[in-house]
Every structure is written in C-alpha cells, then in structure tokens.
Nanobody, 125 residues
C-alpha cells in the first residue's frame, strides 16, 4: 500500500503550463511504476501517462503526446506531470496512481493498486 497526495492544480488559460506533483509515503515507492489519470465531469476516468520504476519507460495517451511529460524523483518519493500547451479539454481532476509492480504492461486502471485524492486542473479558453 502507498499513500499518495497530489498538488499543483489550478485555474490557467489555454496555452499555458502547469506542473503537477504526487508525493508518496510508502517506502516501496521506488519499486513501483506510477501513473496519472484524469476524470472530467460526465466522463469516465482515462489514462494520461505512466512511468516505470526506473524512469526509463514512459507512456502517454495520444491526446497529450508532445505536450505532457511524466518524470519521477525516487529520492523525493515524487512523480511529476509537466503539462504544456494546455487546452480546455484538459480540464479534469487529475489523479496520481501507483501500479502493482515495477512495470506496466497494459494501460488500464486494473494495473494500479493505490490512488490519490486528485487535484483539479481547469483550463479556460
């Protein structure tokens, strides 16, 4: 089990940037892949990005490729999501998640066993 807490959300204009952070309290953080999901009102929760425990492998949903970058600092028990060129359709609650192992083989929710409470990102047009 890993306790997760997100920060860095807010209200921004389209075309600007935000960096989300997710801090973990579990001592096994460095052994786990991590991911970001998001959920907009009236929409299903969707996968955004993920990163292996080593940081060598990253994954992104097509809609954020080239704009978002996931990274991690295991010494700080933190995973980041740098979001550039934000669009109104990026508006959602962004949730950090810890995978069940060091790698991710399918980009679905059942690969993740721990979830943070989420942070709101609102992008105005």
């Amino acid at each position: 089990q890993v306790q997760l807490a997100e920060s860095g959300g807010g209200l921004v204009q389209a075309g600007t940037s935000l960096r989300l952070s997710c801090t973990a309290s579990g001592h096994t953080f460095s052994d786990l892949a991590m991911g970001w999901f998001r959920q907009a009102p009236g929409k299903e929760r969707e996968f955004v990005a993920a990163i292996s425990w080593s940081g060598r492998n990253t994954y992104y949903t097509d809609s954020v490729k080239g704009r978002f970058t996931i990274s991690r600092d295991n010494a700080k028990n933190t995973v980041y999501l740098q979001m550039n060129s934000l669009k109104p359709e990026d508006t959602a609650v962004y949730v950090c998640a810890a995978a069940r192992g060091p790698e991710i083989f399918v980009l679905t929710e059942n690969e993740f066993g721990s979830w943070g409470p989420g942070t709101q990102v609102t992008v105005s047009s």
